[in-house]
């Protein structure tokens, strides 16, 4: 009985299950994200906002709902500009850091929201003074 479990709880470890197999394949299967529009809008507004606040050259990402975002100098790691601006206009964004050492100057901004959440958020950030240029912090 003992074999048995441990061929069991090795296979069920080490392999993708069934289930998430047949899910994978139906995905696969499908035409493009039907909601890739709404995606491609909000990224293009949170990039034309971000742009009016110093991030300048800032691209439509290839695929996904993020935006990586340089941090201002004013800051030390992604964990710090992001208290700051929880802090200072409750606007939450992912640090970096949270995502391995090379994302440490780096924010991660998600396009989950509507639009309107989005650009609330960014004149929270303009009207706060956050901007890429901004000025040695309060």
């Not at 992001?82 to 396009?111: I, N, Q």
């Not at 959440?117 to 240029?133: D, P, T, V």
Request: charged letters at 20%; glycine letters at 10%.
């Amino acid at each position: 009985i003992i074999d048995s479990l441990r061929k069991y709880n090795g296979a069920s470890l080490t392999m993708v299950p069934t289930l998430v197999q047949y899910a994978g394949i139906a995905a696969l299967s499908h035409p493009p994200f039907k909601n890739e529009k709404i995606i491609k809008d909000r990224l293009n507004l949170a990039i034309t906002e971000l742009n009016k606040l110093g991030w300048e050259g800032l691209h439509l990402p290839s695929y996904g709902y993020n935006i990586w975002l340089p941090i201002p100098d004013t800051f030390s790691c992604g964990k710090e500009f992001s208290d700051y601006s929880l802090r200072k206009c409750c606007v939450g964004v992912c640090p970096g850091e949270a995502f391995g050492r090379g994302g440490g100057k780096f924010v991660r901004l998600t396009m989950m929201n509507d639009e309107a959440q989005i650009q609330e958020a960014l004149l929270r950030w303009k009207f706060s003074g956050i901007n890429q240029n901004m000025p040695k912090k309060i």
